[in-house]
């Protein structure tokens, strides 16, 4: 069983900054791609920004220049520093991990986490 466990949210006000941590745990063999995802009220979950296990990353665009996706392999950890905080980025942010299922086999368990509220007054 694996599993992720997000922290770092909270409440900010516009302008300032925030860096969320995604800990994976468990009987873990490997990490394909991990990424973060928010859900705001009333709206669709979203991609915010993926990265693969080698490093390459991809951002949506309200992402794009002022947030940074990060992964430490070693300690099973996706981070995301997000600056520039804006009110319309008020959302439950969601980390999401790819697991290989079992040594040497190329099947991968998709795994959410729990959540954590990043709330960015005006």
């Known amino acids: 069983q694996v599993q992720l466990v997000e922290s770092g949210g909270g409440l900010v006000q516009a302008g300032g900054s925030l860096r969320l941590s995604c800990a994976a745990s468990g009987r873990i063999f490997s990490i394909n791609d991990m990424g973060w995802y928010r859900q705001a009220p009333g709206k669709q979950r979203e991609l915010v920004a993926g990265?693969?296990?080698?490093?390459?990353?991809n951002y949506a665009d309200s992402a794009k220049g002022r947030f940074t996706i990060s992964r430490d392999n070693a300690k099973n950890t996706a981070y995301l520093q997000m600056n520039s905080l804006k009110p319309e980025d008020t959302a439950v942010y969601y980390c999401?991990?790819?697991?290989?299922?079992?040594?040497?086999?190329?099947?991968?368990?998709?795994?959410w986490g729990q959540g954590t509220l990043v709330t960015v007054s005006s």
């Open positions: 990265i693969t296990r080698g490093g390459s990353t």
């Open positions: 999401n991990a790819e697991f290989r299922i079992a040594p040497g086999l190329d099947r991968y368990l998709e795994v």
